[in-house]
């Protein structure tokens, strides 16, 4: 039998591997990374390998003149289609080149000073970089989370980690940004099954944009105005990846929050002008309340129905009026439709209302001030699917300043003076999930977060720039209708009666008395029943 100590001195004892099986083990070992790296990337390997047999067969002409080739066809790509260049070339070549000499090297000690690296049986685990994706002004980079971390934990560091890279600004997103493009023609269907594994769920992944160019410092130009405005996807600003953003405007309120001189004139401005197509055709309604005394809306009066800048009464009435034509909507569309749809004899009526704090906190009058509330409430709770809006700028968003702020389901926050001041307008969350709009620069003007449909995560734009000169040729060329102001009488109906409830019989009055008195006091009357 073998002893304790026999078994104490085998186990001591190393294992002594001859050297050709141990190059043999480096060998395969490096074969198959090679290999499985060649399986990841196809491309890149069938580029290598036609690489080498054109110098294997034409020596280095083979190689000068493809690359000559390939470059010219390269221009003239990106001179005919610039955005399918970036996304089918550019984009993937230039992501692939950082991705390994920009982000893999700094890699693992970003994300370990940032406190996203977990500790798992006493070594260290670190998120892996899978992708890394570019076009002119962002990189985005998909992230594999360790295990049991969240996107929550990279969007409270996102900032660490725009710096560690080397830039101001990052965004996480918990879902691939972006939407699957719409496929169109014979092999469609094809394509769509691509795209519904390429855009599917992955709780896994998360997606780090990095701002490598910020492209909102240039001014952004006004806008094309529409003959037909389309409510659901009207332009409006530019956002950091050059594509335009789009409000959806249909049955819905919009809140602009913001400081002084943090350009809310442009958002409003902005959306008044693609409107200009539907305020000529009768399509809609402008009613403005500017309570600076038309100091900032005076200018486009002649595209407005309604205008009240002077008079809080007169803002009152136009309040109470938009009221007038939501019942008359709710009595003649109920039982109908459930969302009015815009005509230019039943058109969409538009309240703007600039500085909404005066109507709301700041007015001496406090009658007059309950008499605006009161419409406001009906007119936000109420209003959407009848097609009566309300877009509202204010500076201060508190909820003693504006106590019905969460009946504003679409919301813009431009620069803000306080970081509370950001979930107020977004919600809850939203700072740390990268809107930092009280960090805003001085530049900045015009320059706000946005809510991305469909997801929590915000989106940083810039809205366009709309001069003096500009509103005085959009209220030229696109000036209200005669009869707009009176929009009742424009819609020609009358507002439905209600039904007319026939009165309960009534009980009698006075006090009931026992049986046994009543017949007692009958006999006293002669029989007479009382």
């Known amino acids: 039998m073998t002893s304790a100590g026999d078994l104490l001195v085998i186990r001591s004892k190393k294992l002594k591997l001859p050297f050709w099986m141990v190059l043999l083990g480096l060998l395969l070992r490096w074969s198959g990374r090679i290999l499985w790296w060649c399986v990841r990337h196809p491309v890149a390997t069938a580029a290598v390998v036609l690489a080498c047999w054109l110098y294997v067969e034409f020596d280095w002409p083979g190689l000068v003149v493809p690359l000559v080739l390939a470059a010219a066809a390269s221009a003239v790509w990106r001179w005919r289609d610039e955005s399918s260049w970036w996304a089918w070339l550019a984009g993937p070549l230039l992501g692939s080149w950082r991705r390994v000499f920009v982000y893999r090297r700094a890699w693992r000690e970003a994300v370990t000073l940032c406190g996203l690296s977990e500790m798992y049986d006493h070594r260290p685990v670190l998120p892996e970089l899978l992708r890394v994706r570019s076009d002119q002004a962002l990189d985005v980079l998909t992230v594999r989370m360790v295990r049991g971390q969240t996107p929550e934990q990279f969007q409270a560091v996102s900032a660490n980690l725009a710096y560690a890279f080397g830039r101001r600004h990052a965004r996480v997103y918990s879902e691939r940004p972006g939407d699957p493009p719409t496929r169109t023609g014979r092999g469609a269907w094809v394509l769509r099954l691509v795209d519904r594994v390429r855009f599917r769920d992955r709780p896994t992944l998360v997606y780090l944009a990095l701002v490598r160019t910020d492209a909102l410092r240039t001014v952004v130009p006004p806008f094309a105005v529409p003959a037909v405005p389309d409510f659901t996807a009207l332009p409006l600003a530019r956002r950091e990846d050059l594509r335009t953003w789009s ?219 709309v001069s003096d000169d500009d509103i005085r040729d959009m209220a030229r060329q696109y000036p209200a209708p005669v009869d707009a102001s009176d929009i009742l009488a424009q819609v020609g109906r009358e507002t439905a009666t209600e039904p007319v409830r026939l009165p309960l019989p009534r009980k009698p009055s006075g006090p009931l008395l026992p049986e046994s008195l009543r017949n007692l006091l009958d006999r006293d009357t002669g029989g007479d029943p009382r």
């Open 247 to 465: 409000l959806h405007l249909l049955s819905t309120h919009v809140l602009v929050g913001g400081a002084t001189r943090s350009g809310k004139g442009s958002v409003l401005w902005s959306l008044v002008r693609v409107l200009g197509g539907g305020i000529a055709s009768g399509l809609v309604r402008l009613w403005v309340i500017d309570p600076k005394g038309g100091m900032e809306f005076a200018l486009g009066r002649p595209m407005f129905a309604r205008f009240a800048g002077r008079s809080f009464e007169a803002m009152a009435d136009l309040l109470d009026e938009a009221v007038e034509v939501l019942r008359e909507r709710q009595n003649r569309l109920a039982g109908r439709v459930r969302v009015h749809a815009p005509t230019e004899a039943d058109p969409l009526v538009v309240v703007v209302i600039d500085e909404m704090a005066a109507l709301t906190a700041y007015l001496q009058d406090v009658e007059l001030r309950k008499r605006i509330a009161s419409s406001l409430g009906l007119l936000l709770s109420q209003g959407a699917g009848v097609g009566v809006l309300v877009v509202a700028a204010l500076q201060d968003p508190r909820k003693d300043v504006l106590p019905f702020r969460d009946l504003f389901p679409t919301r813009i926050a431009l620069g803000l003076t306080e970081a509370s001041q950001v979930d107020m307008v977004l919600g809850d969350g939203a700072r740390k999930r990268g809107a930092l709009a009280d960090q805003m620069p001085r530049w900045a003007k015009g320059v706000g977060y946005v809510i991305l449909d469909g997801t929590p995560d915000p989106m940083r734009v810039r809205f366009s720039y």
